[in-house]
């Protein structure tokens, strides 16, 4: 079994995996394109779930001074997701695309370094590591059960397609899951 490991450091390392995640897509050939952004919605939509779900609350409820940065970052991933269910409409090798893309990996990528600089110092300070991997935990496992990476090149797998699923509505499957996943 996987060790318990400081919520911080999971969602710190996640961001990092996003950021490779935007390169690899505005890298990508337009044919492999559309499969990898499904891959990428549908870990941002449990990675958001999952922080809204263990993160967001903590800070807002739980952290002195934490309730301003939490709803601010929670209207930041409200406005992503509206991004994305425009793009859902969008063909992925259309110019209008590649646009949206520019924008969602720009708004991403300012979102995950507004949570680094002003939420988890938060959470480091003032919620114990004991707790913190307890998060963390949670948050693995959550990981864990979500879709497989794609594989450029090789042919479409319909279990990857399945498991990514439609871009609309999957925001609200990755909260389905997380409620089930973080159900005490
Ligand atoms: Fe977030
Ligand atoms: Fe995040």
Redesign the pocket.
Same mark, same amino acid.
């Given at each position: 079994m996987a060790e318990d490991r400081d919520i911080v450091e999971l969602?710190l390392e !996640? #961001?990092r995996e996003?950021r490779e995640l935007f390169e690899e897509l505005e890298a990508a050939a337009r044919d492999e394109r559309e499969e990898l952004f499904r891959y990428t919605v549908a870990r941002l939509a449990s990675? !958001?779930a999952a $922080?809204e779900a263990v993160?967001h609350r903590t800070v807002r409820d739980d952290v002195p001074s934490g309730q301003a940065v939490a709803e601010a970052?929670l209207a930041e $991933?409200d406005s992503a997701e509206h991004l994305l269910a425009e793009m859902a409409d969008m063909d992925p090798t259309s110019d209008e695309f590649m646009e949206s893309l520019g924008r969602l990996r720009d708004d991403v990528v300012e #979102?995950?370094g507004h949570? $680094?600089r002003d939420e988890f110092p938060l959470i480091r300070e003032h919620v114990d590591a004991e707790r913190r991997r307890e998060m963390g935990r949670r948050f693995q496992q959550l990981r864990d059960s979500g879709p497989t990476r794609p594989h450029p090149g090789t042919p479409q797998q319909p279990e990857t397609r399945a498991a990514a699923g439609p871009i609309v509505g999957a925001f609200d499957r990755a909260r389905d899951a997380a409620r089930n996943v973080f159900a005490d």
């Amino acid at each position: 079994m996987a060790e318990d490991r400081d919520i911080v450091e999971l969602l710190l390392e !996640e #961001h990092r995996e996003f950021r490779e995640l935007f390169e690899e897509l505005e890298a990508a050939a337009r044919d492999e394109r559309e499969e990898l952004f499904r891959y990428t919605v549908a870990r941002l939509a449990s990675h !958001e779930a999952a $922080e809204e779900a263990v993160v967001h609350r903590t800070v807002r409820d739980d952290v002195p001074s934490g309730q301003a940065v939490a709803e601010a970052v929670l209207a930041e $991933e409200d406005s992503a997701e509206h991004l994305l269910a425009e793009m859902a409409d969008m063909d992925p090798t259309s110019d209008e695309f590649m646009e949206s893309l520019g924008r969602l990996r720009d708004d991403v990528v300012e #979102h995950a370094g507004h949570e $680094e600089r002003d939420e988890f110092p938060l959470i480091r300070e003032h919620v114990d590591a004991e707790r913190r991997r307890e998060m963390g935990r949670r948050f693995q496992q959550l990981r864990d059960s979500g879709p497989t990476r794609p594989h450029p090149g090789t042919p479409q797998q319909p279990e990857t397609r399945a498991a990514a699923g439609p871009i609309v509505g999957a925001f609200d499957r990755a909260r389905d899951a997380a409620r089930n996943v973080f159900a005490d």
